[in-house]
């Protein structure tokens, strides 16, 4: 007579077997979600670094180095920058016999001269002068330039050229040091949580400066021990509890920087934005490590979250489509680096009643039927002119696959920061407004529009 139950050792060892896979799909689904985020152009990167140190050694040394006497600093720097990346910063160290010549009220004249210095040598190069820093600009991001004289502690002075003039004090060698070191004894899940954390901010729009996302990770990781020696397989709980963490700090001003103590202002709270994610986060962990799981961490982290394996096999067989996917996206056109705030809305007009506020129908749980215009504007915006706005409308659903009318296509405004719309048929429709400066997303907003 046979046992109709497995042996308890085989039971195990297939619990154990199981285990090990659903590690090892996790494990695999972060590291490529990882690999999707490294900057893909660092050597074009390098090679502007190199240029500018050269025009600036030029002047300044009567030298021709490419590398001596600049600090590449920032997220850059701090080696927790991302594919997309906008902002770059370079310190470049003056000789110390040239403080006399700038020390007494000359601030600008040392930003002035540096601007000049990088258009001797790049005369066609888009340079200006801002308050404290020289700013080139390029194709596809700019760089910060700032002149700097190093202290004996190893901290800079750097001009600032506001009411007047005076010299500040940055401290970027300690805040690299606290990252770097931290990083290491987390096992490399500092730099990791960082990365993600800024895939998450530009997928749902969270303006968060690159040295407070850092700061608020370091912190967080600083403070437990779950994840001192795991590697990928543990990073959606980091992710996990990290938004946890963030949806639970108090709303503060500013933080601390790791290292210099700098302070880190806080533009705009991120709270409620962080429990949205957390929640998300909580699905995508009770989803385990198949289709279902990717799809939720994807609503996480965006685009660079790699896709389910049998979803790509399913997608290449598929050759004959009976629709058109027209979607665009916008990071395939720009950098995105979300920085400010963008909010959305639109009114409602539909025959025999007054003109309404989608989101306020949305919250009081009003249906949207067909055959309204509806019209999305700007309610709110703190990206300082000059800027480019564009807008995004995109149908789903079976009916839209069915009608052929996906759209999706990535249109500039026509001047008014308005988009007219009608409600032609049911089901999920999106729309999405991005805002550009200098050729990068810095802000961006989304609304859904459910038809019934």
Request: one cysteine or more; hydrophobic letters at 35%.
């Amino acid at each position: 007579m046979y046992d109709t139950e497995p042996a308890i050792g085989h039971q195990i060892e297939g619990e154990f077997l199981a285990a090990d896979r659903a590690s090892s799909s996790t494990s695999s689904m972060f590291s490529t979600f990882i690999s999707n985020l490294v900057i893909p152009d660092r050597g074009v990167i390098s090679d502007r670094y190199e240029e500018i140190t050269a025009a600036l050694n030029k002047t300044f040394r009567d030298t021709e180095s490419k590398t001596a006497n600049s600090l590449q600093v920032g997220s850059f720097g701090r080696s927790t920058a991302i594919k997309g990346v906008s902002d770059l910063d370079l310190l470049y160290i003056m000789p110390v016999l040239k403080w006399d010549e700038y020390r007494d009220g000359k601030q600008l004249k040392l930003l002035q001269d540096v601007k000049a210095a990088i258009l001797k040598r790049y005369p066609k190069t888009k340079v200006r002068v801002d308050r404290l820093v020289v700013t080139v600009s390029y194709t596809d991001f700019h760089m910060e330039v700032q002149p700097v004289f190093e202290q004996k502690d190893e901290s800079f002075q750097y001009p600032d050229t506001g009411s007047g003039g005076s010299w500040k004090t940055t401290k970027p060698r300690a805040e690299m040091d606290a990252i770097s070191n931290l990083d290491e004894r987390k096992n490399g899940n500092l730099r990791r949580l960082c990365k993600m954390g800024r895939a998450w901010k530009n997928q749902h729009g969270v303006p968060m400066g690159g040295l407070l996302l850092d700061t608020l990770a370091y912190n967080f990781l600083n403070s437990v021990v779950t994840f001192d020696s795991t590697s990928f397989t543990s990073c959606g709980q980091m992710a996990h509890d990290f938004f946890e963490y963030l949806e639970n700090e108090p709303k503060k001003d500013r933080y601390a920087a790791p290292g210099s103590a700098q302070h880190v202002k806080v533009k705009t709270p991120f709270q409620s934005k962080a429990k949205k994610a957390r929640k998300l986060a909580e699905k995508a962990l009770g989803g385990g490590t198949g289709a279902s799981a990717n799809k939720k961490w994807k609503k996480v982290f965006g685009r660079e979250f790699p896709a389910a394996e049998r979803a790509k096999v399913a997608l290449k067989s598929d050759s004959v489509p009976q629709w058109r996917d027209t979607e665009e996206f916008i990071e395939d056109s720009y950098p995105v680096d979300i920085r400010y705030t963008v909010k959305i809305d639109c009114e409602v007009v539909q025959s025999g009643f007054r003109p309404n506020s989608l989101r306020e129908m949305l919250r009081g749980k009003f249906p949207l039927v067909r055959g309204n215009q509806l019209t999305f504007n700007i309610a709110s915006l703190d990206v300082p002119q000059p800027y480019e706005v564009k807008w995004k409308v995109l149908n789903r659903g079976d009916k839209a696959r069915r009608r052929d009318e996906i759209r999706g296509e990535v249109v500039s405004d026509a001047g008014y920061q308005k988009r007219v719309e009608r409600t032609s048929f049911t089901g999920e429709h999106v729309v999405d407004c991005y805002i550009l400066k200098d050729g990068v997303v810095v802000a961006k907003d989304r609304i859904h529009v459910p038809v019934k």
